[in-house]
């Protein structure tokens, strides 16, 4: 429990300097236009229709609007307090924060670095290097779909139309195979392996050196459209001497890109995150900032201990 006081005159308005910003649906509309985005411009809504394959968009709606209610709610306290919100983000209005605030909390979406079917066979060149492997890692990829669905390989030779079952065969055997090469490590020194929810980076990469599109896909969804997650650091200010955190499923990727950004401090996470959950948490921060005088860092930082600390007490 937080014991309150009250913040005085004399300390320094922490909420002044922070900012939040949200990249998501936060009503039916909106959600709404996002199913209707056949052009995939942006990626969450689809995500969650395919959790819930079999209902209805309004019941998926249904499904998702009491994360979004929870969320309002923290967004509406935020501003009770001073906290600059910024509902709709897209990449131009977070530079601009970026800009005026030292501390911004950035609720989005990260896709994920899951090489999707749509994106190779929408590439002319990819059924081409595909039949006449420029490097190893195509070559491991022929290897694999050849290992897991000898016809598709006729297939793709043949440059047939694909049905959506050689598609899914496609992805499930990208998601099963590494592409890429550990290196040969030195003597006496240890290299370890990429754990497996690194394997999609590591492929894109791999893949990107015959097709380089792959390589930079979009990633991080706006309002407005998905974005690269170089896009994304680029928007960082040099100068920028405060932090982000960004609350998006294994925002480490960021944090790791961020590093190009040495004096920006990134809270990151490398697992899936409940949006409803981390408005709860949100909330809390801002409660122990309001009481207890501390900035977004130091509150952010009890927050998750005191976290951390019920959760291993609960499952002791």
């Known amino acids: 429990m937080w014991r309150l006081r009250s913040r005085g005159a004399d300390r320094p308005d922490h909420f002044a300097a922070c900012a939040v910003a949200v990249a998501l ?4 509309a909106e959600f709404a236009e996002d199913v209707a985005d056949a052009g995939r411009r942006r990626d969450f809504v689809h995500c969650l229709l395919q959790q819930h394959a079999a209902l209805e968009p309004h019941a998926v709606w249904l499904a998702y609007e009491h994360h979004v209610r929870a969320l309002r709610q923290v967004l509406d306290f935020a501003a009770s307090l001073g906290v600059t919100v910024v509902r709709a983000a897209t ?27 749509v994106e190779m066979m929408g590439e002319p060149s990819f059924a081409a290097l595909f039949r006449k492997p420029p490097d190893d890692a195509w070559a491991r990829l022929r290897v694999a779909v050849r290992g897991r669905d000898p016809t598709l390989v006729d297939r793709l030779d043949a440059d047939l139309p694909l049905s959506p079952a050689d598609l899914r065969s496609l992805c499930e055997t990208l998601a099963d195979t590494q592409l890429f090469e550990i290196c040969t490590p030195l003597p006496g020194v240890q290299v370890a392996p990429y754990p497996k929810p690194y394997w999609p980076w590591r492929n894109r990469l791999a893949l990107g050196r015959g097709l380089p599109r792959l390589a930079s896909p979009a990633v991080f969804e706006f309002r407005d459209r998905m974005e690269p997650l170089e896009s994304v650091v680029d928007a960082i200010p040099r100068a920028f001497r405060g932090a982000i955190d960004f609350i998006v499923c294994n925002s480490v990727f960021i944090a790791e890109a961020a590093r190009r950004r040495p004096e920006c401090r990134v809270i990151a996470n490398h697992e899936t995150q409940m949006l409803g959950r981390r408005a709860h948490i949100y909330m809390a921060v801002l409660i122990a900032m309001r009481d207890l005088g501390c900035d977004y860092l130091d509150a952010a930082t009890l927050v998750h201990a005191h976290w951390i600390q019920r959760e291993q007490e609960r499952h002791a």
């Not at 131009?92 to 079917?117: E, K």
């Open 91 to 117: 990449l131009a209005s977070l530079g601009r924060l970026l800009a005026g605030h030292r501390t911004i909390t950035m609720f989005g979406h990260f896709r994920g670095w899951d090489l999707q079917a």
């Open 25 to 28: 649906p936060l009503d039916e």
